[in-house]
């Protein structure tokens, strides 16, 4: 798929959003192949009430893979990781898996807020700070992601 090799983060999110769009309107599926493809898959998953597509699973370890990588070679992202990380503490606090990478949660972070705009609800200016780290830090994964 294009979007994974242009933007693997954005692919995850594109991902994440189909799967609760079709948790929602099963019926829609019909509408287009790519809706019924990806529906079937849930189904063969056996993830239509909750969970992710392995697609995703696997573009998400891809990414966490990156994402070790990096904090192993690159003194800038490593930093620009550790500042960031009281704040993912926060928020995997906040969630029923605390023990979730710092990858995805902040692909967590981003679907939720996501979310939030969607239903017209505020997001406070700390949330909108990490929100601008967090899309820093993904935007030079995929950036990295694509030039490999």
Request: hydrophobic share 30%.
């Given at each position: 798929m294009i979007l994974k090799k242009n933007n693997i983060a954005e692919y995850i999110l594109y991902l994440w959003q189909i799967e609760d769009f079709l948790r929602a309107f099963?019926?829609?599926?019909?509408?287009?192949?790519?809706l019924?493809?990806?529906?079937q898959m849930m189904h063969q998953e056996n993830i239509m009430e909750s969970g992710h597509l392995q697609l995703a699973k696997n573009a998400l370890d891809e990414l966490e893979d990156?994402?070790?990588?990096?904090?192993?070679?690159?003194?800038?992202?490593r930093a620009a990781v550790i500042q960031l990380a009281p704040s993912l503490n926060i928020l995997k606090s906040k969630t029923n898996r605390p023990t979730m990478s710092d990858i995805e949660a902040c692909l967590v972070l981003l679907y939720?807020?996501?979310?939030?705009?969607?239903?017209?609800?505020?997001?406070?200016?700390?949330?909108?700070?990490?929100?601008?780290?967090?899309?820093?830090?993904?935007?030079?994964?995929?950036?990295t992601y694509k030039e490999q």
């Open positions: 099963p019926q829609h599926a019909e509408s287009n192949q790519e019924h493809d990806l529906n990156l994402h070790n990588d990096l904090l192993d070679q690159e003194a800038t992202y939720q807020i996501m979310l939030l705009k969607l239903q017209k609800k505020p997001i406070s200016t700390e949330t909108e700070q990490v929100q601008k780290q967090v899309t820093k830090l993904l935007q030079y994964l995929s950036k």
